[in-house]
């Protein structure tokens, strides 16, 4: 089924240029985060040091404290600078998200016209499979190590509830089948390319895509929402509702780059394209 006309060609337009501006954002997060993060921790934790050493009462400084966290962070710093700890997870998860997306806008910006551009394309694949073997150690690293969120936002903000067998067991089953149809739609991609049949090639490649950028996605949308959210309460929000919000901003994301894959691919002009390669397959 493909999508009207003149809706799918914006539509096709606006996921290109998703595409392009939430790789890019990967870049400068994996590059720039780390230090920035880290400068806000240690302003954070000097902010925090003059708080309760201008105040001899305790209970008055902390909740002093509290209120400046629930004013002045978005989310924890340390989900970023706690991966400082782990060279484990940085050597596999981050610099496997570096190649995946560097490899990624290769593949899809540069030209295959002639025989040099097809042996680079396929080169760059080769890497692009070792990024996603090392996002997959990294991943189960993560979850080896217990390396989730709301440890960091339990960990800033006291007031979060406890983990429930629930919760915590759905997260990790949603995080686990995410990862799935990660390594599944590049197993798709890959098998499809070792067989020429292009035009499946780049229709997995492009569910691939949304199926990593989704984390992106759900990064960029994280100031944005807890602004609005403070907006809406007319006050600092708590942790609780700071983490439903961060967990709202995947929902939001990972739906969002589903859906505009699926919207890509249904464009006329490519759907045209794919027709024509799988013809020729």
Avoid at 17 to 30: D, E, T
Avoid at 139 to 151: E, G, P, Q, S
Avoid at 173 to 193: G, H, M, N, R
Wanted: hydrophobic residues 50%; positive net charge; proline residues 4%.
């Amino acid at each position: 089924m493909t999508l009207p006309h003149r809706f799918s060609s914006r539509g096709a337009g606006l996921v290109q240029a998703g595409y392009v501006l939430l790789s890019v954002f990967m870049l400068v997060w994996l590059v720039g985060m780390p230090f920035f993060a880290a400068i806000g921790e240690d302003k954070m934790r000097a902010a925090e040091a003059a708080i309760r050493a201008s105040n001899r009462r305790t209970k008055v400084a902390e909740k002093a404290v509290m209120a400046m966290r629930a004013d002045k962070v978005f989310v924890p710093f340390t989900i970023v600078t706690k991966h400082f700890k782990h060279f484990s997870v940085r050597a596999t998860h981050h610099l496997g998200a570096g190649i995946w997306t560097l490899c990624g806008l290769a593949q899809f910006g540069l030209p295959r016209e002639t025989q040099a551009a097809r042996t680079r394309h396929r080169v760059v694949g080769w890497l692009y499979m070792l990024s996603v073997v090392l996002l997959t150690v990294g991943f189960v690293l993560i979850l080896a190590k217990d390396l989730h969120a709301d440890n960091d936002f339990r960990a800033a903000f006291p007031e979060v509830a406890p983990r429930t067998f629930v919760t915590h067991g759905g997260t990790l089953v949603a995080l686990c089948a995410l990862q799935a149809w990660f390594i599944y739609t590049a197993v798709s991609a890959w098998t499809a390319a070792r067989g020429k049949h292009f035009s499946e090639h780049r229709a997995w490649m492009a569910r691939h895509a949304a199926s990593g950028l989704w984390v992106s996605g759900m990064r960029f949308l994280g100031p944005p929402s807890q602004l609005i959210v403070n907006a809406v309460l007319a006050r600092p929000i708590h942790g609780d509702v700071k983490l439903a919000t961060f967990g709202a901003d995947a929902c939001i994301s990972i739906a969002l780059c589903i859906l505009g894959a699926e919207v890509y691919l249904r464009t006329p002009r490519l759907t045209a394209t794919l027709v024509s390669s799988k013809q020729q397959d």
